[in-house]
T-cell receptor
Framework: DQQVKQNSPSLSVQEGRISILNCDYT??????FLWYKKYPAEGPTFLIS?????DKNEDGRFTVFLNKSAKHLSLHIVPSQPGDSAVYFC????????????FGTGTSLTVIP | EAGVAQSPRYKIIEKRQSVAFWCNPI?????LYWYQQILGQGPKLLIQ????????DSQLPKDRFSAERLKGVDSTLKIQPAKLEDSAVYLC?????????????FGEGSRLTVL
């Protein structure tokens, strides 16, 4: 049972444009959400997070939006850079299950120079 | 600050053989996780430790997989006997906090190929 879904396996954008990566979840108990970035042959690295008490969190070129009613979150990268090319995973957790994180299947982003 | 260390990075074995992976989390991190990532999929939690106690091992195939975290620091994940479908990257991660506001720090992973 996939509780966190990323329906777009891949995305290509032009350098300088906006990249929008989407994530949907089914468990309404999730209250903390994270995005991870993964390069080949490396482990995932933390990018940005958002608590369910917020609907937006911004860190430099990266902004995460949360729509609790739609059980949807998105990651915006603007402007996109070639170094952003990687696989992006969203993850979710619930505060009452002891810090367990559930991951989506990932979206491979390619930023074209 | 040293990151999460894992070894070996790569392992090729034949089915029915055994394999063990080792993880050293970030110093002071109480929570340690083992994830399995099959090609094209997201990481799937196998087991979560809080210090040296198991918090969740509901998705660990206990007939062939075992894990321990003696002394609440290093951890080993063992597969015996291995099956073809165990081919995956095994990711170890650690977290500093017990609440849900901490992020996971991942190691580089151990890639297992079962022939």
């Amino acid at each position: 049972d996939q509780q966190v879904k990323q329906n777009s396996p891949s995305l290509s954008v032009q350098e300088g444009r906006i990249s929008i990566l989407n994530c949907d979840y089914t468990n309404s108990m999730f209250d903390y959400f994270l995005w991870y970035k993964k390069y080949p042959a490396e482990g995932p690295t933390f990018l940005i997070s958002i608590s369910s008490i917020k609907d937006k969190n911004e860190d430099g070129r990266f902004t995460v939006f949360l729509n609790k009613s739609a059980k949807h979150l998105s990651l915006h990268i603007v402007p996109s850079q070639p170094g952003d090319s990687a696989v992006y995973f969203c993850a979710a957790s619930t505060s009452n299950t002891g810090n367990q994180f559930y991951f989506g299947t990932g979206t491979s982003l390619t930023v074209i120079p | 600050e040293a990151g999460v260390a894992q070894s070996p990075r790569y392992k090729i074995i034949e089915k029915r053989q055994s394999v063990a992976f080792w993880c050293n989390p970030i110093s002071g991190h109480a929570t340690l996780y083992w994830y399995q990532q099959i090609l094209g999929q997201g990481p799937k939690l196998l087991i979560q430790f809080q210090n040296n106690g198991v918090v969740d091992d509901s998705q660990l195939p206990k007939d062939r997989f075992s894990a321990e975290r003696l002394k609440g620091v290093d951890s080993t994940l063992k597969i015996q006997p291995a099956k073809l479908e165990d081919s995956a990257v095994y990711l170890c991660a650690s977290s500093a906090r017990g609440a849900n506001t901490g992020e996971l720090f991942f190691g580089e992973g151990s890639r297992l190929t079962v022939l």
